[in-house]
């Protein structure tokens, strides 16, 4: 039973460009949630997708988007990177049911300089 | 928003010692999970206890949802214990969005 897979694992940037973060979900799982961890800090709420429709945000400015495709697995772009989306991405999936617990991937590490 | 709060922010202990994490928080929730994030960030989820009591092992959570705290219990503790444990809750009027606290770092010496 697959858990939740991550890619890459880490990644450094330069301040201006453009990244792509990429989900899959645990097996049978239908909804991706997005977090940014930065360092000592919780995680912070992204978005969630299901459905392939971005069903909550939290408060992240447009320049991070996602996408959701057919197979549930999922993608996070950001772009016009800033030092300070230097962080710990993580992904989760879950059930489309409100008791459902969230499973975590490993995260990508995210160095922009 | 919510607000998410857990105590102690550090705890160092002995092998073999109990503790008890504390989360508090600001509004009612229909969802709350306790995790561990081990010292190479994988987070782990511990229970998801948005009321009662559950026991996992040398683990066990408390959630009194009326009073809006949840306590974690650890007991006879293990070096592997050691790491970043979090609350985290979701809104009955917000589904879908957790939000974490920032977290109790245990540190479990031998």
């Known amino acids: 039973d697959a858990g939740v897979t991550q890619s890459p694992t880490h990644l450094i940037k330069t301040r201006g460009q453009q990244v792509t973060l990429r989900c899959s979900p645990k097996?049978?799982?239908?909804?991706v949630s997005w977090y940014q961890q930065a360092l000592g800090q919780g995680p912070q709420f992204i978005f969630q997708y299901y459905e392939e429709e971005e069903r909550q945000r939290g408060n992240f400015p447009d320049r991070f988007s996602g996408h959701q495709f057919p197979n549930y697995s999922s993608e996070l772009n950001v772009n016009a990177l800033l030092l300070g989306d230097s962080a710990l991405y993580l992904c989760a999936s879950s059930l489309n049911s409100w008791d459902s617990p969230l499973h975590f991937g490993n995260g990508t590490r995210l160095t922009v300089t | 928003g919510i607000q998410v709060e857990q105590s102690p922010p550090d705890l160092i202990l002995q092998e073999g010692a109990n503790s008890t994490l504390r989360c508090n928080f600001s509004d009612s929730v229909n969802n709350l999970q306790w995790f561990h994030q081990n010292p190479w960030g994988q987070l782990i989820n511990l229970f998801y206890i948005p009321s009662g009591t559950k026991q996992n092992g040398r683990l066990s959570a408390t959630t009194v949802a009326t009073e809006r705290y949840s306590l974690l219990y650890i007991s006879s503790s293990q070096t592997t214990d050691s790491g970043v444990y979090f609350c985290?809750?979701?809104?009955?009027?917000?589904?879908?969005?957790?939000?974490f606290g920032d977290g109790t770092t245990l540190t479990v010496k031998p």
């Open positions: 985290a809750v979701e809104r009955v009027t917000n589904a879908g969005k957790s939000t």
């Open positions: 097996s049978g799982h239908d909804t």
